[in-house]
């Protein structure tokens, strides 16, 4: 809902069409699914299980001869299958659908479909930034003036009987032909003529860290640059989703038998514990936090070994207590 919402508030801002606004919130859901599989996973095991339990049906297959382990096969049957698909979808999908995402938001609010100019009025791109038309087909402008006062000491304004809209690598430029400029800047007023002037309009945000997104990025470049990364906060980001997309999905397993170990060893106790699904919650929460805290704070792959050793450790030591009879 958050990530909706946001999505809402980029709409209104930059007055984007509701099929762009569709288009973009589809891109997101493989990135949400990845996020929510685990919880999902021990959302499904514990009412499936609960339900089973309070319904006397655990005890009537234990009664039967069935060990712990075999009650909670098809638990750990999903997980696994889950595990898998969510691999898939952390090294595959969401990386995919991740730069799709970033790329049509860039162009949406850089691009050339984001500057939509009326014909015989003023466009303000930004704050002291100002465009007139006097006719617009496609990206040929006819009669055009710019108005540049977005700095105090370069402030600049141009006419121009054509021009065309560009779009870059760094956002959008207008190529403007026979015209005339006036500047006024610290060495005072300057008036002059041109041929052809290419002028940057400069409406990217230039933040360092929001261009760098971990997230798109492929795979296989990921583990590549991990080698080759000099920024150490960017290192640190790529060390972290190297830990979501081939660690986090074992959570699913983890989950799924944490959940099954504390509600079928308590329901075969003399006294049937009924604060099981509780504890199994409480379990849950305390099992992600952790995971959570070591793989937000992987600094060197030392840490990603020692996060996915300890993951891994977890994991043969919850088969082995559901094992144990």
């Given at each position: ?23 973009m ?9 990845s ?7 021990f959302i499904?095991?514990?009412?499936i ?11 009537v ?10 009650i909670?096969?098809?638990a ?7 595990t ?8 595959w999908?969401v ?16 691009g050339?479909a ?5 014909e ?5 791109l ?26 105090e000491n370069n ?6 009987k ?23 800047g ?19 945000e ?25 920024d150490k ?9 190297i830990?979501?997309?081939?660690i986090?999905p ?7 038998l ?8 308590s ?9 099981a699904?509780a ?7 305390a ?6 805290s070591?793989?937000n704070?992987?600094?060197t ?25």
């Open positions: 809902m958050m990530q909706i919402m946001s999505m809402m508030k980029f709409l209104i801002s930059y007055g984007i069409e509701f099929s762009s606004f569709v288009y919130t589809s891109l997101m859901i493989p990135f949400i699914i996020i929510i599989v685990p919880f999902v996973t499904a095991v514990i009412f299980y609960n339900k089973m339990i309070t319904e006397n049906e655990v005890t297959m234990a009664a039967s001869g069935l060990s712990p382990w075999q909670a096969k098809p750990i049957k999903l997980s696994v299958w889950l898998v698909l969510h691999l898939i979808l952390n090294i999908f990386p995919l659908t991740q730069s799709m995402f970033y790329s049509t938001q860039w162009n949406l609010r850089y050339l984001h500057l939509k100019l009326q015989a009025a003023f466009t303000k930004s704050d002291g930034l100002v465009v007139y038309v006097d006719n617009v087909s496609g990206q040929d402008l006819n009669q055009l003036m710019l108005s540049d006062m977005r700095e402030q600049l304004l141009i006419f121009a054509r021009g065309k809209l560009v779009s870059t690598v760094h956002g959008l430029s207008i190529v403007t032909n026979n015209g005339s400029l006036q500047m006024l610290k060495n005072g007023f300057t008036t002059g003529t041109f041929d052809n002037l290419d002028m940057d309009l400069n409406l990217v230039n933040d360092k860290d929001a261009s760098f997104r971990v997230r798109r990025i492929p795979t296989w470049r990921l583990l590549q640059t991990v080698f080759s990364q000099d906060h960017q290192h640190q980001l790529t060390l972290v989703e830990c979501t997309r081939f986090n074992f959570m699913d397993i983890i989950l799924a944490v959940c099954t170990l504390i509600l079928l060893k329901s075969l106790l003399r006294r049937r514990a009924s604060f699904p504890m199994a919650v409480l379990s849950m929460a099992i992600m936090a952790f995971y959570m070591m793989s704070m992987v600094i792959l030392t840490d990603v070994g020692t996060v996915a050793i300890v993951v891994f450790c977890l994991l043969f030591a919850l088969i082995g207590l559901l094992l144990k009879k």
